[in-house]
């Protein structure tokens, strides 16, 4: 069965066109804040530092929502479901913002409930770098996304792994747990049971 982007086929070239130049209107941003971006990954408390950076704060922000549809449609290309997809990212958005608004104040417990915006981005590259490539030398499907699939839960995991510091650092060992039950682990049973039933 073909996927839905493949049906809208008419509409690609407008979608590609839009997803690269919302890349292209921030790549200034992403490369000043690329290198504080990258150390997300080794400590925790660069997160929290990006967040309490009004300027590093508004950029990251900035780059995960232009980032949004140029992903989604790597995905897609790979037959993944682009209204599964949509359905998945405008769920985690209203969980946290609702945590947002009842957190009011804490930057600690804000700053862990958007460090996955960096992941996001982090993540958006290597799958576009590793498409890419294995473009080019022409690898099969199957490998492809078996590759990308890895990829994704490699820098899920690390971002599970600095999310639960943060939370952990300021509300506990137990509230971080719920936190990230709320936070991940609800939006995640979701995106599979999607997956698998739609």
């Keep these: 069965m073909p996927s839905v982007v493949t049906e809208i086929g008419w509409l690609l070239p407008a979608l590609y066109a839009l997803a690269v130049l919302l890349v292209l209107l921030i790549l200034g941003d992403l490369l000043e804040i690329f290198p504080n971006l990258l150390a997300c990954i080794f400590s ?3 997160n ?5 950076h009004t300027k590093s704060r508004v950029q ?3 780059i995960f929502f232009s980032f949004i549809p140029a992903t989604i449609l790597v995905l897609c290309s790979y037959g ?9 990212v405008i769920l985690r958005c209203i969980i946290r913002l609702i945590f947002t608004r009842r957190q009011h104040g804490r930057q600690d417990v804000l700053a862990g409930i958007q460090t996955p ?9 290597l799958i576009w770098l590793e498409s890419g490539v294995m473009m080019m030398i022409g690898l099969e499907s199957e490998p492809e996304l078996r590759i990308l699939s890895y990829s994704a839960l490699f820098i899920y995991a690390v971002c599970l792994l600095r999310e639960m510091q943060v939370f952990t ?4 060992f137990f509230s971080a747990f719920l936190y990230l039950c709320a936070l991940e682990f609800l939006p995640a049973t979701i995106l599979v049971w999607a997956y698998f039933n739609l």
């Design 60 to 62: 990251r922000n900035q």
């Design 80 to 88: 993944a479901n682009v209204f599964v997809l949509l359905a998945y």
């Design 44 to 46: 925790s408390k660069e």
């Design 117 to 125: 915006f960096t992941f996001f981005i982090l993540g958006s590259i």
């Design 169 to 172: 650092r300021c509300r506990g």
């Design 48 to 52: 929290v530092a990006i967040y309490n």
